[in-house]
């Protein structure tokens, strides 16, 4: 992956680049969702909500930078990377704190509809807002600055993407490996056995609900700054169906299996979409084809033929 951005221009694919770059941030958020629906077995419809509010926290934060008026009359716009980001990672938290404590009152099919209804209420919320683009969107003019680096530079993007997506996984790893995580599966296959021995069901899926929406927060916000560009298109429900495709592409409940999912999604919508604009149709039969072959998605399908060799 560092040799990534010299092979792309020593081959003439400098698109490589960009594309590799929409993986990682998609693997991050896609991953994010993985926490709760693999390891928590909670099916959440409205993870796009924090992604879009991670990329909308950026455009609104550099609007009122560029524009020098304060947001809510006190608090200053930005354009810096180190401010922008962690403030997307803590409104998303507030977000998925507020959503979840009142979803998680519910299962099954209804917590499905809530988190649904949600993600969609904030992005007819965010299209009426027409201060800051509407239904077009927010433009940002210019990606958030980092000290002694040119943002400009679309591979130096990439190596900040990738070292974030690597201190991103390293957390996960630490945290799905831990008791919490542990307590995690546990409910995924019995909650009453869980409570039984006096563990609050409740409030671990919360903790867990609320660490996932800030991955998704901080992929969201590393989007709006590689793409320069928030829409209201960020938070609707089809953003949360692509998440849950890669993340079942992957390997639902395994650590790295959303990011190869987002890797062969964003290959396989670059590629049939260069051959017919119905490459939704091809995706869905592929998709088809790896919840009942793979027994897993790709991760396990790779790792039964390597044990096979």
Same mark, same amino acid.
């Given at each position: 992956m560092i040799a990534l951005p010299l092979i792309a221009d020593a081959t003439g694919?400098?698109?490589?680049?960009?594309?590799?770059?929409?993986?990682?941030?998609?693997?991050?958020a896609a991953a994010s969702l993985n926490l709760v629906l693999g390891y928590g077995g909670l099916v959440s419809f409205g993870h796009a909500a924090f992604f879009g509010i991670g990329g909308y926290v950026v455009g609104i934060l550099y609007q009122h930078y560029s524009l020098e008026e304060p947001l809510f009359g006190f608090i200053p716009g930005t354009n810096q990377m180190l401010i922008t980001l962690p403030v997307a990672i803590l409104i998303s938290g507030l977000a998925a704190a507020a959503i979840g404590a009142l979803s998680l009152r519910t299962g099954g099919v209804q917590f499905i509809m809530i988190t649904l209804a949600f993600a969609q209420?904030?992005?007819?919320?965010?299209?009426?807002?027409?201060?800051?683009?509407?239904?077009?969107?927010?433009?940002?003019?210019?990606?958030n600055e980092l000290p002694g680096l040119n943002m400009r530079d679309k591979q130096t993007v990439y190596y900040v993407c990738l070292f974030i997506t !690597? *201190? %991103?996984?390293? +957390?996960?790893?630490?945290?799905v490996n831990s008791r919490f995580g542990n307590v995690l599966v546990g409910l995924r296959q019995s909650e009453k056995?869980?409570?039984?021995?006096?563990?609050?069901?409740?409030?671990y899926r919360l903790m867990a609900f609320i660490i996932s929406g800030m991955g998704c927060g901080l992929a969201g916000a590393l989007m709006a700054n590689f793409l320069r560009f928030a829409s209201p298109d960020m938070m609707h429900w089809t953003k949360s169906g692509?998440?849950?495709?890669?993340v079942i592409l992957g390997g639902v409940?395994?650590?790295?299996?959303?990011?190869?999912?987002? !890797? *062969? %999604?964003?290959? +396989?919508?670059?590629?049939?979409?260069?051959?017919?604009?119905?490459?939704?149709?091809?995706?869905g039969f592929i998709l088809l084809f790896v919840v009942l072959?793979?027994?897993?998605g790709v991760q396990a399908l790779v790792s039964r033929l390597m044990g096979k060799r």
């Amino acid at each position: 992956m560092i040799a990534l951005p010299l092979i792309a221009d020593a081959t003439g694919y400098s698109a490589l680049t960009s594309l590799a770059t929409r993986i990682l941030i998609y693997g991050i958020a896609a991953a994010s969702l993985n926490l709760v629906l693999g390891y928590g077995g909670l099916v959440s419809f409205g993870h796009a909500a924090f992604f879009g509010i991670g990329g909308y926290v950026v455009g609104i934060l550099y609007q009122h930078y560029s524009l020098e008026e304060p947001l809510f009359g006190f608090i200053p716009g930005t354009n810096q990377m180190l401010i922008t980001l962690p403030v997307a990672i803590l409104i998303s938290g507030l977000a998925a704190a507020a959503i979840g404590a009142l979803s998680l009152r519910t299962g099954g099919v209804q917590f499905i509809m809530i988190t649904l209804a949600f993600a969609q209420m904030l992005f007819f919320l965010f299209v009426s807002l027409k201060t800051y683009g509407g239904d077009d969107g927010l433009i940002i003019r210019r990606t958030n600055e980092l000290p002694g680096l040119n943002m400009r530079d679309k591979q130096t993007v990439y190596y900040v993407c990738l070292f974030i997506t !690597a *201190v %991103f996984f390293a +957390l996960l790893w630490r945290i799905v490996n831990s008791r919490f995580g542990n307590v995690l599966v546990g409910l995924r296959q019995s909650e009453k056995r869980m409570a039984a021995i006096g563990l609050p069901a409740y409030r671990y899926r919360l903790m867990a609900f609320i660490i996932s929406g800030m991955g998704c927060g901080l992929a969201g916000a590393l989007m709006a700054n590689f793409l320069r560009f928030a829409s209201p298109d960020m938070m609707h429900w089809t953003k949360s169906g692509e998440l849950m495709v890669m993340v079942i592409l992957g390997g639902v409940g395994t650590l790295f299996g959303p990011l190869i999912g987002a !890797a *062969v %999604f964003i290959v +396989l919508e670059t590629t049939l979409a260069a051959w017919t604009e119905n490459w939704q149709l091809a995706l869905g039969f592929i998709l088809l084809f790896v919840v009942l072959y793979t027994h897993g998605g790709v991760q396990a399908l790779v790792s039964r033929l390597m044990g096979k060799r």
